[in-house]
């Protein structure tokens, strides 16, 4: 039976979870960042307007006793993410951590395409935040992830202006810890090796292959052809450097 086979390549990506569906090879990708300069990670606090962009410790939740004394975290990272890619996971990993308590937390996004890093504690409580948000409780362990954060991840990236490689902005703030409950965590300015990583997974790894019959039958195009990727038609015979180069590319074109 002739067939015909699309490949889709995505940048700086790692194959993961492959699995058959529907005469397909459906690859996932996990896109990771991390924080690469001083000033994209710090902690903040709103009611002193503490703010510390070189700190060796990330800070979050209260930290004395008494009214005041929340302390909440920003990260910034640059993500290879297309627009409106189907996120499937996405969450953040900490290491050198230590809790007091039982803190808890709020994570949320800026709700902006390419933001900058905040320049004060006013600064980064006067950024608008993503309508998704997730509660996240950190455990006693020095390395440990997030909650998964795909509904802050996916808004971002559906932004009618989000462009694959722009910053991402991500606050985990204080949510009403009791005095003295918080969680410190590595920052880049402690050892840049032991900084903060988003990890993003996503369909459409580093080569997502479909074999489809020639005689009538219809591909299940839909989750594929919402990537801004390359496309290329292979038939039969046909080698990679004869290969046409598609812009766009239905169920049609089958």
């Known amino acids: 039976l002739a067939f015909v086979a699309l490949l889709l390549f995505a940048g700086d990506t790692e194959a993961k979870g492959c699995k058959h569906e529907h005469k397909r090879k459906c690859e996932m990708a996990v896109a990771t960042a991390d924080i690469v300069a001083s000033g994209d990670d710090g902690y903040y606090q709103p009611d002193d307007g503490s703010f510390d962009p070189t700190a060796v ?44 308590g039982a803190p808890t937390f709020v994570i949320k996004g800026e709700a902006a395409d390419n933001p900058s890093a905040p320049a004060s504690a006013a600064d980064a409580t006067g950024r608008t935040r993503t309508s998704a948000s997730v509660a996240w409780a950190p455990t006693a362990s020095a390395s440990q992830s997030t909650a998964d954060i795909t509904t802050i991840i996916q808004e971002i990236v559906n932004r009618a202006g989000w462009a694959a490689n722009n910053y991402v902005n991500i606050f985990i703030e204080d949510d009403a810890s009791a005095d003295l409950n918080f969680w410190l965590g590595s920052s880049f300015d402690h050892l840049s090796n032991t900084a903060p990583t988003l990890s993003i997974t996503h369909p459409g790894g580093a080569v997502t292959t479909l074999l489809v019959p020639n005689e009538g039958e219809e591909a299940m195009l839909d989750d594929i052809l919402s990537f801004d990727h390359t496309l290329m038609l292979f038939k039969n015979n046909v080698t990679p450097t004869d290969a046409t180069v598609l812009a766009d590319l239905t169920a049609a074109d089958f």
């Open 57 to 100: 410790s990330l800070q979050a939740g209260d930290v004395i006793v008494g009214a005041g004394g929340e302390r909440h975290i920003w990260l910034r990272f640059r993500i290879n993410v297309p627009p409106n890619t189907t996120i499937t996971a996405a969450s953040i990993a900490f290491t050198g951590g230590a809790r007091t």
